[in-house]
């Protein structure tokens, strides 16, 4: 795991930028703690020794787990968290207590701050290009380069943070619950979305997607119990 420290970003799409309506206003984030994060997405031969009998489209070790589902992905986290003897984040109905020192999923806010390190001029893409950014294919599996499968973790260049795959090989999960017009209203401090909402956020985009969906602020719904074969998976974190 990467550890990412405190600090101030901004969060979202620009005015008159390729995002949609749900990414803006572009808002000021200040993430108020050091948080650690998984430098690569969970892999298949991790996910499985919490649960041998999942299933998904590809079984190589070292892809990223697919068809995981949001509360697999939170299971996962206190399953986890048993094993290495730490506090469990979450209760029995799924309710974050951010403050324990287990693994959890990582917030919107959280994950877009790990996603774009040290950005000073805002940017589609966190190795600072915007949409359709000719040089993706350095960074990301995507639609055109990634033969319809997942890879293996870590074989694109990372973010300034370390970070290998934050945009594209598989989607991934956020603790947060969805709202479109969020960002009107979020707080400026550690923000951890609405109380509630019509599914899940999701970030990155995966190796079935366009540039348009790999965007750092792209923004993906998906209901807490719907599983994809094609490309759910996730990343864990660690609040220091």
């Known amino acids: ?34 948080f650690y994060i998984g430098k690569y997405e969970v892999r298949n031969k991790e996910y499985v020794l919490y649960n041998p009998n999942h299933t ?17 992905a939170v299971n996962y986290c206190n ?4 094993q290495k003897g730490l506090t469990r984040c979450y209760d029995g109905s799924y309710n974050l207590n951010i403050n324990n020192n287990g ?6 806010a959280e994950w877009e701050y790990a996603c774009r ?14 949409y359709p950014s000719p040089n993706i294919g350095n960074y990301c599996w995507y639609n055109v380069n990634s033969g319809s499968h997942p890879h293996i973790v870590g074989t694109k260049l990372p973010n ?17 619950w969805y709202s479109d017009t969020y960002y009107s209203s979020s707080p400026t401090n550690d923000p951890t979305g609405p109380g509630s909402g019509p599914g899940h956020i999701m970030h990155g985009g995966g190796w079935a997607d366009n540039t348009n969906w790999c965007r750092s602020g792209f923004r993906n719904c998906v209901g807490s119990g719907y599983r994809d074969r094609r490309a759910d998976g996730f990343r864990i974190v660690r609040t220091k």
């Not at 399953?79 to 048993?82: G, R, V, Y």
Request: glycine share 12%; charged share 20%.
């Open 1 to 34: 795991m990467v550890l990412i420290p405190a600090g101030t970003f901004q969060m979202g799409d620009v005015d008159g930028g390729v995002g949609n309506a749900e990414e803006r206003p572009r808002h000021s984030v200040t993430i108020t703690r050091d």
């Open 56 to 72: 998904g489209g590809w079984t190589d070790p070292n892809y990223p787990v697919e068809n995981v589902t949001w509360n697999d």
């Open 79 to 82: 399953w986890l968290s048993d």
């Open 103 to 108: 693994y959890r999923l990582p917030t919107e």
């Open 117 to 130: 390190p040290g950005e000073t001029t805002f940017h589609d893409y966190y190795w600072g290009e915007n």
């Open 160 to 176: 300034a943070f370390g970070l290998y795959d934050m945009s594209g090989n598989v989607w991934e999960w956020c603790n947060d």
